[in-house]
């Protein structure tokens, strides 16, 4: 059975006074048919990921509409030429960048990465070195994946993959493979299912575009 909305939303409330990296009381929180709207403002981009990360991990939240924005303290701010150098060091020392493929561009804290890199796990990897840094406002990831030969079994493989890795939920998932691109459809239970559906997916050697399609409820 699905929550009322007001279950949900005190769930939800209750979530984000329990993340320490949270400032719960800069938030507020509306709930309609499952659909959360986060409102308010924050001091730093790397809590505005905390915060949606922990509503994603509320069981019943269907979907979610951000409506927070980044206003940093006096302390917090740094120019555009510190953020960028800051970010090319993070880049150069995360093990799981290739820093050489990623440019680096900062406008009014606004960060952007530009490149093509390998694999989508190299994308996601770039994108968490710089934004937990000082002074980002909000982080642009522009970073393409590189195609690479798709295997013939792929619709297979990646079938396997959601298997073992969304157990209960595999049955209810569709998989299209187009070309480089991967379409899911179907329905889970939770939002964290269907992260890791669309995770499953993007692993798989040859994919440079998830489409997930994949309803909770």
Known sequence: MDKSDTNLKKDVESELEWDASVNANNIGVAVKDGIVTLSGHLGSFAEKIAV?????????????????????????????????????????????????????????????????????????????????????????????????VTPANITHRIQNALERQADREARNIGVVVDGHTVTLSGRVHSWAERMAAQGAAWSAPGITNVVNELRVG
């Open 52 to 148: 949606e990360r922990a509503v994603q991990r509320v069981i019943g939240v269907k979907g979610m509409a951000i409506e927070l924005d980044v206003r940093l303290g006096p302390d917090a701010k740094r120019s555009d030429a510190d953020i960028a150098a800051a970010a090319k060091l993070a880049l150069r020392w995360h093990a799981l960048v290739p820093e050489d493929k990623i440019n680096v561009m900062v406008e009014k804290g606004w960060l952007t990465l530009a490149g093509e890199v390998d694999w989508e796990f190299q994308r996601g990897a770039a994108v968490k070195a710089v934004r937990p840094l000082t002074g980002v406002i909000s982080v642009i990831n522009n970073l393409s994946v590189k195609p690479l």
